[in-house]
C-alpha cells in the first residue's frame, strides 16, 4: 500500500505534536499550501518537499518521505520509529511524554464513543491517574523491548 506524501507530512508532523499552523511555519511552506498538501487537494511540490526533508528536525525522515525506505545505520527513519534521540530520554521526560501521549489517547478515545468522560476539570486528573497506571503496568514490556532493542544493535 502507497502511502501519499501528503499523508507521509502528515505522520510527521504528528511526530513532532505541532499543528499545521506551526508546521508550516517551522518549514516555511504557506498555510494554505501546506493545507492543501495533507487534505491530498493538492501536489507536493519539489520546493516544499526539500524544504520539509532539508529541514535539522526532519532530516532523519527524507528518505522514507521520498521512497518509502528506511536506513537506520545512515539516521533515516520513518515516524514512530525508536530513533537514537528517542531512547535517550531521562526517566523524568519519558514519564512525562508518556503521560502525555496517553492522555492523547485517552481523548481520542472519548471521541471514538468508547467512552464518556464527566466533562468537567476532574477529567484532566483522572486521564493523568489513568495515565499514569497505565505507565506502571507498561514500563515492565517497555523496558524488555527497549534492552531487547539495545542487545541486537550491539550484536549488529
Given amino acids: 500500500m502507497s502511502t501519499s506524501l501528503g499523508d507521509k507530512i ?3 508532523r504528528g511526530t513532532t ?9 517551522l518549514v516555511g511552506i504557506g498555510i494554505s499550501s501546506f493545507k492543501k498538501y495533507e487534505s491530498g487537494n493538492r501536489d507536493v511540490g519539489a520546493q516544499s518537499l526539500l524544504a520539509i526533508a532539508n529541514h535539522p528536525q526532519f532530516k532523519k525522515y527524507a528518505l522514507w518521505l521520498v ?5 537506520p545505520a545512515a539516521g533515516q527513519y520513518a515516524p514512530g520509529d525508536i530513533t ?3 531512547s535517550s530520554l531521562s526517566e523524568e521526560e519519558f514519564e512525562e511524554r508518556f503521560i502525555d501521549v496517553s492522555i492523547g489517547s ?8 468508547w467512552f464518556k468522560p464527566n466533562r468537567n476539570d476532574e477529567d484532566k486528573k483522572l486521564f493523568e491517574d489513568c495515565s499514569k497506571l497505565l505507565l506502571k ?9 527497549a534492552n531487547s532493542a539495545s542487545s541486537n544493535q550491539k550484536m549488529a
Avoid at 67 to 71: A, F, I, L, R, V
Avoid at 138 to 145: D, F, K, S, Y
Wanted: glycine letters at 8%; charged letters at 20%.
Fill in 106 to 113: 485517552l481523548m481520542m478515545f472519548c471521541h471514538l464513543g
Fill in 84 to 86: 537514537p534521540e528517542s
Fill in 10 to 12: 502528515k505522520l510527521i
Fill in 137 to 145: 503496568d507498561l514500563r515492565p514490556v517497555i523496558e524488555a523491548r
Fill in 67 to 71: 521512497t518509502g525506505d528506511t536506513n
Fill in 17 to 25: 505534536g505541532l499543528n499545521q499552523i506551526q508546521f508550516s511555519e
